[in-house]
């Protein structure tokens, strides 16, 4: 696919990481992460376990939209009886990376091309760095992401062959649509300047192609996936979600929902993290007590 090439980088280019300590739990360590990424230094956490057996498994997490790289703390104090790490990184203009002014999901469709593929970039440099992480397997390296998360997740997980397995909520391919559909607060200004540019659908999702991952998401096969939508999504209109699940190849788990773009946290989470004991064999008995 010529797309993917879009997502090649120097894989030889230093990393340069830097390490420090945040916080100290019972069962688990925070750390910042700084690295080199596709164009500048990317910030990022790393959670490691203190119960268990090195080497962990590592869950890669991108958050939605608006969000940080610190909304990946609450799943590992969620799942921290699991003796999992997770890795997360702030996307392209949020966190450490907010600029005034700049939104990733641009209304110039270029740079909203660019902004995704500058995150994925970052993401799949954030893989190279947990291999150099003597604590963490890179034979177990997993997704998890929603929303935003969910879609550049998607796309992150079809070219990144690190990847071994993959829970994604809330997601949406073909993007001309979901633009066309989304009650999201950034997508009329995109609609606008399309309107302005005289643009057809079709030629916008044209534009969108090489960054929509329902182009991409059948390449995460054979390696296992699962799927969480709400039926009634109006953020990440429902429509887009099905048709990217019914894009990607077995083996796939996929849950509906009755509810719109919140979905049953407690629910989700129960059934992401049995998906990735059963794949990445920890021997435990937990129980998430979502609510401790």
């Not at 999702?205 to 096969?221: A, G, H, K």
Request: net charge neutral.
């Amino acid at each position: 696919m010529e797309y993917l090439k879009l997502y090649e980088y120097d894989r030889s280019k230093p990393l340069d990481p830097e390490i420090s300590t945040v916080k100290e739990h019972d069962k688990y360590m925070v750390y910042k992460v700084y690295y080199n990424g596709c164009k500048h230094r990317v910030p990022a956490i790393l959670t490691v376990p203190k119960i268990g057996s090195k080497p962990y498994p590592c869950i890669v997490f991108l958050h939605g939209h608006g969000g940080h790289k610190e909304d990946v703390l609450a799943l590992a104090e969620f799942t921290k009886d699991y003796g999992y790490a997770f890795f997360s990184i702030d996307a392209v203009y949020h966190g450490e990376r907010r600029e005034e002014g700049k939104e990733i999901y641009s209304p110039n469709l270029e740079e909203l091309k660019q902004n995704i593929v500058e995150t994925v970039i970052d993401m799949r440099r954030g893989v190279d760095f947990l291999e150099t992480r003597p604590e963490i397997d890179s034979g177990r390296i997993g997704y998890a992401g929603g929303s935003m998360g969910g879609i550049i997740g998607a796309l992150f997980i079809s070219v990144e062959p690190r990847i071994k397995a993959a829970v994604i909520t809330v997601p949406g391919g073909k993007l001309s649509l979901m633009i066309k559909e989304s009650q999201h607060h950034t997508v009329p200004a995109i609609r606008e300047r399309i309107k302005e540019l005289g643009l057809s659908w079709e030629e916008v999702q044209r534009i969108l192609d090489p960054v929509d991952p329902i182009n991409f998401i059948e390449l995460f096969s054979p390696r296992p996936l699962q799927i969480h939508i709400g039926r009634f999504d109006n953020i990440v209109p429902a429509e887009t979600g099905r048709l990217l699940a019914e894009k990607a190849k077995q083996p796939k788990e996929v849950y509906w929902y009755d509810v719109g773009h919140g979905l049953p946290l407690d629910v989700v989470l129960k059934r992401a993290m049995e998906f990735f004991k059963n794949i990445f064999k920890l021997n435990n008995n937990c129980r998430i007590d979502i609510y401790g």
